[in-house]
Structures are given as structure tokens and as C-alpha cells.
């Protein structure tokens, strides 16, 4: 049974129940938030071949001490880097190292930034010089899947609508959902209750309410759905090597939908395409 509780009075630690924030709580999402988003926004003229990821990762750490925030995946479980950088066929969580990005390339780069306690957890992909067609397409489709999983917000609603609203338009579009990983609860922890699925039916799954925060970040791939996880333990590319892309919002439930806390204050949430 799913059970609610104020987040001002729970444990810092995952219990499987589902927090209900306050205001202040979102004010302190807001401020971690916009701190990743300005980051992400700042990223959009490093991004450009011949740079390798590594250099990307050192940006993200230098703008976090510079701005007072902590990266919240250095050291996380053993990660040793302070972002993601998933490129092509990399579905998530992929290492940044000292390979230089190529022209046509697509990466997602995942930011969170821990401020004053709480976690901004954003991501977004960025194209490399000129990409092809079809990986244009895979961006423009992938934003729309989270923008519509988005709108399925609000209160009473289920959080199978959100994923219902991203699987119907991502494979009427030809493309396909990965499942084997989610969205989950943010605030002051990283990952929390509920997980938020991408996929599945919109009567089913958790009843939204005010106050929940959590991110969604739909996985989508050209070809099929299904990934393999490497023997770092941590990067997962798709079986066909197909590509994939993903963005990733963190929100925050309100009266009568939500705000959207990483919201880029420069309009570069999805740089490259038209939407």
C-alpha cells in the first residue's frame, strides 16, 4: 500500500514512502535546480567536435565550485565523475574519458547539482556540428515524449498517465521506450519513491498530489527497446546499437499541474532542433 507523509518530518533516506514538499522545499529546489540548468545552458558552446568528454566533466566540476553547488554523481556508488555523458548508442549512465567527440555524434549530458541540501537533476542532448537526419529526428521526438509526459501532470492524475502520454506518442513516431531504467523521487535525496515509468497505462501506477517531486527522463531508441549494461557496471547501450537519446526534467506537483524546476533560463533546453 503506497503511503504519503510530510517530507519536513521523514528520515533522509529512501523508505518507499512518497514525500509531500512544502514551499520552501520548492524554493530550494528552484535554486539547485536553476543552478544545473545554467550549467547545461553553458555547456552548448563547449559541445562541438574534437572536445572529449573528459573536458566536459571538468567543466561541470569547476562551474559547481564556482557556484556553490556539489555534483552529486562524484563518488556517488563509486561513479568517479561529477556528469554523465552518453554518446550514440549509449542509453545512459556512459563515462566521460579522454575520446574526443565527433561530428554527427549525439550526447546527453546529465547534471545534479546538490545545493544547500537539495539535488537539481537535469539532462538534455546536445548535437555534435551537423547530425544526420534521423538522429535529428530521435531528438525532436524524445523532447516531445518528456514534454508531453509533462503536460500528464497534475493532481488525481496517476503516474501511469505520464508514462502512457510518452509511450503512445514515442511509438506512433517509430521509435520505442527503454524500460530498464525510470524516473524517481528527488528533493534531499537522490533518488527516492515513487519510480516514475515511462510506459504503461494512464489508470494505473501512483495517485499524484501536491507537494511530489520527482524527475522524468524518458529513454528513447530508433530500434528496439532493450539495453545491455557493460562491465563497468554502469553504461548501458541498446542491444542493436541503435540510437538512443534522453531528456530530464526534475518537477515539482502543483494545485493544478507543475512547475518544472530545470527549466533553462537561456531557452537551450533543446539545443539544435526545433521545437
Known sequence: MVTYLDAATAPLRNTGQIRLYDEAAFDGMRKASQMTARCLDAL???VKPGVPTNAIDRFVFEFGMDHGGL???L???GFKKSTCTSINHVVCHGFPDDKPLREGDIVNIDVTFIVDGWHGDSS????VGQIKRAAERLLEVTHE???RGIAAVKPGARTGAIGHAIQSYAEAERCSVVR???GHGVGQIFHDAPNILHYGNASEGVELRKGMIFTIEPMINLGRPHVKV???GWTAVTRDRSLSAQYEHSVGVTDDGCEIFTASPAGLF???IAV
Open 44 to 46: 552548448v558552446d563547449l
Open 71 to 73: 555534483p552529486a554523481t
Open 75 to 77: 563518488n556517488y556508488r
Open 124 to 127: 538534455r542532448m546536445y548535437p
Open 145 to 147: 515524449s518528456l514534454m
Open 180 to 182: 530498464d531504467f525510470c
Open 230 to 232: 557493460l562491465s563497468d
Open 270 to 272: 533543446a539545443p539544435g
